[in-house]
């Protein structure tokens, strides 16, 4: 068996499964936020009204909550979401609740591996179609809707079909300026938007041995625009140093055997990779950077689960440092615990002096809800991960997607730029 | 099942396009409905009569885990939609909290079948008649599990030990 099917196994007590076979896995995490908590409250609203119980949940210990797509609040609608999100945490026990203004908090999938919430080896699902990301840790994480997280929050269960895999083999290092989120660019670009639908989208490989855990979190996150189940990365040594920095112990280390078997096999050269960007208005629309259309922006943003993890803002910093911004740019650590690190390591004052402003953690503009959404004609670049019609706000608005540091030199000359031609 | 079609031939229809985030706050199925589709047809409103099936290409539902989504079709008056493929999460939120039927339907069907069409959708026969113009398609059977879940009225009511 392959890593996905071993977990999946254990989850539902088999000793083998097989892609395709239908099994309920026992769930070891579940998270939701802001926009899916008050949807997993309403279902929970409509089964009491059915008459089926909701008095508790199978295990308040495994639940974990955060606030981000719509804070800091910008009206009452979201402000009374929190409210809601908060009596429900209070009520039903759940402890893990990171709240805006209260310390750490910042965007859910940030937090799954800033604070360590998730684990190698985890069945582990949330209320969010980039739950896929923090399979880079070794476990099995996969996005659900609300009815499903609702389901899991009593039942401590979900129904899976077990997912062929994919297999991206990435052989040696990628170059200098070429960063984790150019090659999963690339290969959304080759595979397409459906390329990955339903499938488990697994990475190895000497490239992947060499990249850092938060360079695999960009991969794995990036799975979701190729419409697949989960992305993972088998669980090694940096991923056991990275979470015990982070407070984790007792570790189950899961991966595929020698004889696992893979639906296809892809394999890249990292050496003949180049910086890419996804032209509107979608994550397959691939060109090389150097060349894109020349179209004057409007806007840089770096933020998002994507592309705000403290490598990101490290990659940023590298280029901006003594330069100044020609547009509009932000800049919003995806987490309290990365702005604070950017702040001790002396990254905001390269953004400050360069004319950035820096923001909150949130989702608010990434999916065009709040905190910097774009007007009608607007260009932006941005780390983010999807650039549908209308995805960073006005329909007539347009993003281009990128690395951080793609996003970063572009924010310097004001047109998309190869940090590799930045004088 | 019988309905009117409202087509959209294209490919990768996005939760961004059929329920825009701005509306991600908003948790009231009835307000969810008035803004359907709102970033690619600003008619559908308008237009949507109780019953009718929106017919699309591939990959249906790409993007967010929203169950906004499939919510604001259902609230639309919207009980199926017919698409080449549809993209995981849509298609798993529309059974599990039975919003709606996800039809897989073929390249013929998806090219014969009009704007305005009548349908009889027979999901025990696995066949969609196409009234208007009197042809009749095979429509992808649903898997073993997906079935149930339908049959039951969605996954709270499915029980895993008895199915």
């Known amino acids: ?423 | 099942m019988k309905g009117a079609i409202i087509k959209y031939a294209q490919d990768n229809i996005d939760t961004d396009v059929i329920i825009p985030g701005q509306y991600l706050k908003v948790h009231d199925y009835a307000e969810l409905a008035t803004h359907a589709m709102e970033g690619l047809d600003p008619d559908f409103h308008s237009k949507v009569k109780e019953g009718d099936f929106i017919l699309s290409g591939k990959n249906f539902g790409c993007g967010s885990s929203r169950e906004h989504a499939p919510i604001a079709l259902s609230h639309s008056g919207i009980k199926a939609v017919l698409a080449l493929s549809f993209a995981r999460i849509f298609y798993r939120n529309s059974v599990d909290g039975a919003f709606l039927l996800p039809i897989e339907i073929d390249e013929d069907a998806y090219n014969e079948i009009s704007e305005g069409d009548e349908i009889d959708i027979d999901i025990s026969t696995n066949e969609i008649k196409n009234i208007t113009k009197n042809k009749t398609y095979k429509m992808k059977p649903f898997s073993e599990i997906i079935g149930k879940i339908i049959s039951a009225g969605g996954i709270f009511k499915y029980n895993p030990d008895q199915n």
């Not at chain 1, 953004?351 to 989702?363: H, K, S």
Request: with cysteine.
């Open chain 1, 1 to 423: 068996m392959n890593i996905v099917e071993k977990i999946l196994a254990r989850g539902s007590g088999k000793s083998k499964v097989s892609p395709d076979d239908v099994i309920f896995a026992n769930v070891d995490k579940v998270m939701m936020h802001d926009v899916s908590g008050p949807g997993v409250i309403k279902v929970f609203d409509k089964l009491k009204k059915q008459g089926i119980s909701v008095d508790k949940l199978w295990d308040p210990t495994k639940v974990w909550v955060a606030e981000d797509h719509f804070v800091p609040s910008a009206e009452k609608v979201s402000a009374e979401n929190i409210v809601k999100l908060s009596k429900f945490t209070k009520h039903y026990g759940i402890e893990k609740h990171f709240k805006y203004g209260m310390g750490q908090y910042g965007i859910c999938h940030t937090i799954s591996h800033e604070e360590a919430m998730v684990m190698p080896g985890d069945v582990y699902v949330g209320g969010d179609s980039h739950t896929n990301t923090t399979g880079a840790l070794g476990a099995f994480a996969c996005g659900l809707g609300h009815t499903d997280i609702a389901y899991v929050l009593l039942h401590g269960k979900i129904w899976f079909k077990v997912p062929e895999t994919y297999y991206f083999k990435i052989n040696g290092k990628l170059p200098d300026h070429v960063m984790a989120k150019d090659l999963i660019l690339k290969i959304i670009g080759d595979i397409g938007t459906d390329g990955g639908n339903y499938r488990t989208m697994q990475f190895g490989g000497t490239g992947i041995d060499e990249m850092s855990v938060e360079s695999r979190l960009t991969m794995c996150n990036m799975t979701t625009e190729a419409g697949a189940k989960n992305g993972i990365v088998e669980p090694d040594q940096k991923v056991v140093d990275y979470l015990s920095s982070r407070g984790a112990t007792n570790f189950n280390l899961i991966k595929g055997d020698d004889d696992a078997e893979y639906e296809k096999l892809f394999e890249y050269e990292s050496s003949e990779l180049e910086p890419v960007v996804a032209k509107p208005f979608s994550p397959e629309n691939i060109t090389i950077v150097r060349e894109a259309p020349s179209v004057e922006l409007d806007k840089s943003y770096i933020g998002s689960c994507t592309g705000a993890k403290y490598e990101d803002l490290v990659a940023v910093a590298k280029i901006l440092k003594g330069r100044k911004v020609k547009i509009r740019t932000e800049i919003l650590p995806a987490a309290i615990s990365i702005y604070q690190r950017a702040m001790e390591n002396g990254l905001l004052k390269i953004f400050l002096d360069a004319g950035v402003t820096v923001g909150p953690p949130t989702c608010g503009a990434c999916c065009g809800a709040h905190m910097g959404v774009l007007a009608k004609d607007e260009i932006c670049i941005s780390t983010t991960n999807r650039n549908f019609p209308g995805r960073m706000g006005h329909i007539e608005s347009q993003t281009y997607l990128s690395s951080p540091m793609v996003a970063a030199a572009s924010a310097v000359t004001g047109k998309i730029t190869d940090p590799r031609d930045l004088q």
